[in-house]
């Protein structure tokens, strides 16, 4: 059973910068492909960014604009989101999900790609 668990979340004020972080309980977790998906209230969970288990490639939606920046830690089996100049707008609970699919520069951007989730961590930003 793998298991991912996120850390960092909180109430921050606009402008303000958090760290989350998402640590994986699996032996392999160095060979997943991660990423970060966020959910606001009504309405749907998207990708926020995304990175291959080696963390030579990384892919943020376009949508997405370059506030927040995607890492890896294989040493740690930890993947962490840094989110700068937060906005109201970004306040959401934040999931990281981990796809087993193999390949040193493989990535997946769509929902069904990854197999395992987080329980999620909640962000909140205030004007």
């Known amino acids: 059973q793998v298991h991912l668990v996120e850390s960092g979340g909180g109430s921050v004020q606009t402008g303000g910068s958090l760290t989350l972080s998402c640590e994986v309980s699996?032996?392999?977790?160095?060979?997943?492909?991660m990423g970060w998906f966020r959910q606001a209230p009504g309405k749907e969970r998207k990708l926020v960014a995304a990175?291959?288990?080696?963390?030579?490639?990384?892919h943020y939606p376009d949508s997405m604009e370059d506030r927040f920046i995607i890492s890896i830690d294989n040493a740690k089996n930890t993947v962490y989101l840094q989110m700068n100049s937060l906005k109201p707008e970004d306040t959401a609970v934040y999931y990281c999900a981990a796809d087993p699919s193999t390949g040193p520069y493989y990535y997946a951007i769509a929902e069904y790609e990854y197999d395992y989730w987080g329980q999620g961590t909640q962000v909140t930003v205030s004007s």
């Open positions: 990175i291959s288990w080696s963390g030579s490639v990384t």
């Open positions: 699996d032996r392999l977790a160095g060979s997943y492909a």
